[in-house]
């Protein structure tokens, strides 16, 4: 089934959906309040195509810290993957996120959620705090987890405050 378009759109960072399943995280408030929304149909979530292997990468890195054990992994994983979020794959948001990375200061892969917000315009939210410490005001498109304000409340999404 494909998005509705009408949908207000977000990025989300792999940041924000290992919240999902790793509980003993920081702004679990917030994470579900996003995953709510999007579970019903109040926004739909974007992502660059790499997120299908960075949030099951965060799944077994938290297996070796004894956070998840290997069938938490796997069910995690395959819980993962069977959320509909949207995700792209274009040579445009790939030659734009080394820009974004050098502007930055951030990781390729962080750049490549920075590039796909720019290009689309869609607010990015995410839980990664060197990323937030990286982009001070300088990237207005950048919600902090924790400041995400659900659909119910805000009307759009984006920061409440």
């Known amino acids: 089934m494909e998005p509705d378009p009408q949908l207000p759109r977000s990025i989300v960072d792999a ?7 790793l509980r003993d995280e920081d702004d679990l408030t917030a994470a579900d309040t996003l995953l709510t ?3 019903e149909d ?3 979530l974007v992502a660059p195509e790499h997120i299908r292997y960075e949030v099951p990468s965060a799944f077994r890195n ?25 995700t792209v794959r274009d040579d445009d948001v790939i030659l734009a996120a080394s820009d ?24 990015f ?25 659900s659909q119910t409340q805000a009307g759009d999404g984006i920061a409440s405050g």
């Open 42 to 44: 109040r926004i739909q």
């Open 62 to 86: 938290a297996m070796r810290t004894n956070r998840l054990t290997l069938e938490q992994v796997r069910r995690a994983i395959a819980g993962f993957l069977a959320w509909p979020i949207t």
């Open 15 to 21: 940041s924000v959906a290992v919240k999902w399943y």
């Open 37 to 39: 929304d999007f579970r």
């Open 100 to 123: 974004q990375a050098v502007r930055f200061g951030c990781s390729f892969y962080d750049g490549l959620y920075l590039a796909l917000a720019e290009s689309t315009q869609h607010p």
């Open 125 to 149: 939210v995410h839980a990664d705090l060197r990323l937030r410490n990286a982009l001070g005001t300088q990237f207005p498109l950048a919600i902090w987890l924790g400041d995400y304000a």
